[in-house]
C-alpha cells in the first residue's frame, strides 16, 4: 500500500534566495518533532532553490520541480531535463501543471513527452489533469478527462504507473478560493478510476495515488481529501505558509 501524498507547489515563489531560505527555516521549524507515519511531503521549489532545498535535508520533506523538458541534452536554451534533476537528488516533478497548459501551449502530446522523460530517469510524478469552468458547464468533465488521461498516459507501460500520481485539479478551482463539493470530487475520482480501468489492468492502474488540487486549505481537507477518500493533495498558495502547509500534511496523516 502506497504512502498517502501532500505536494507544495510554489510555482514562482518566493522572490530571493534569502526569502527562500527564510522559508526554510519556517519549514523546519513547524515540522520539528513532528512524525508523517502515512505521508509523504514534497516541496516543489522554483529549480534555482532546488539546492538548497536538498542541502537543508529536512526530515521527512521530500524535492520536487514543477516542470522538466523531454529532451537529455544539448540545444535547447533555458531548459532543465529529468536527468538533470534526478542527478541534483530531486525525487518528484510535477507536469501538465494547468498554468503550464495556459501560459507555455502544453497539450498532451508534449506532457506525455515529459512524462517519458520523467519515468525513463526514476523520477516520480505528479501529473495534472482537470476540466475548465467552461467544459464542466457544458457538461463534458468526463470527456476531457478521459482525453487528457488518454493522451498523457499514451504508451505509458504498465509497470510504471506506481511511480505516477494523478493529480485532479479542475481548472476553476486552482488559485480561485472556489473548492468544488466532496460529491464533486468524488465523481471526477470515479471517472478517473474508469477511464484508467479502460486503459490498464485496474490491479496496475489502482497503483496510481489520486489527489486533488486547487485551493486546497487546512479548513477544506477533509471536504477535498478525506471525505472522498483521495490519496492527498497538490497545494499551491498554502504552501508558501509553512504552518499552513505541515497543518494539511498533519490532518492527512492523521486521518
Ligand atoms: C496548484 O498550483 O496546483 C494549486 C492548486 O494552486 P492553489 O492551491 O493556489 O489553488
Known amino acids: 500500500m502506497q504512502k498517502k501524498i501532500v505536494v507544495g507547489n510554489l510555482k514562482m515563489n518566493p522572490v530571493s534566495v534569502v526569502e527562500f531560505e527564510r522559508y526554510l527555516d519556517a519549514l523546519e521549524k513547524e515540522l520539528k518533532g513532528k512524525e508523517f507515519e502515512k505521508t509523504e511531503i514534497v516541496v516543489c521549489p522554483p529549480v534555482v532553490f532546488l ?16 516542470d522538466v523538458f523531454w529532451e537529455y541534452q544539448g540545444a535547447f536554451t533555458g531548459q532543465i531535463s529529468a536527468g538533470m ?33 520523467i519515468l525513463k530517469n526514476g523520477l516520480n510524478a505528479i501529473l495534472c489533469i ?28 504498465p509497470g510504471k504507473l506506481e511511480y505516477i500520481s494523478i ?5 476553476w478551482a486552482v488559485g480561485t ?48 481529501c478525506l471525505d472522498p477518500a483521495m490519496d492527498g493533495v497538490l497545494v499551491g498558495r498554502e504552501s508558501l505558509m509553512p504552518y499552513e502547509f505541515v497543518k494539511i500534511a498533519i490532518l492527512i496523516d492523521e486521518n
Not at 58 to 65: C, D, F, P
Not at 133 to 157: D, P
Not at 194 to 209: D, G, N, Q
Open 167 to 171: 493529480a485532479y485539479e479542475p481548472i
Open 177 to 224: 478560493d472556489k473548492i468544488p463539493t466532496s460529491d464533486e470530487i468524488l465523481e471526477a475520482k470515479i471517472i478517473i478510476k474508469k477511464a484508467l480501468a479502460e486503459m490498464y489492468f485496474v490491479k496496475s492502474a489502482e497503483k496510481m495515488r489520486l489527489l486533488y488540487g486547487g485551493s486546497v486549505k487546512s479548513n477544506c481537507a477533509e471536504q477535498v
Open 51 to 66: 539546492q538548497k532545498l536538498l542541502n537543508r535535508d529536512i526530515k521527512n520533506i521530500k524535492a520536487g520541480v514543477q
Open 130 to 157: 482537470g476540466e475548465s469552468a467552461e467544459e464542466r458547464k457544458k457538461g463534458q468533465t468526463s470527456q476531457v478527462l478521459k482525453k487528457q488521461l488518454k493522451g498523457c498516459l499514451a504508451e505509458i507501460a
Open 85 to 117: 534533476v534526478k542527478s541534483a537528488g530531486a525525487t518528484f516533478a510535477i507536469v501538465g501543471h494547468s498554468e503550464r497548459r495556459k501560459y507555455f501551449g502544453e497539450n498532451e502530446e508534449i506532457i506525455n513527452l515529459k512524462l517519458k522523460a
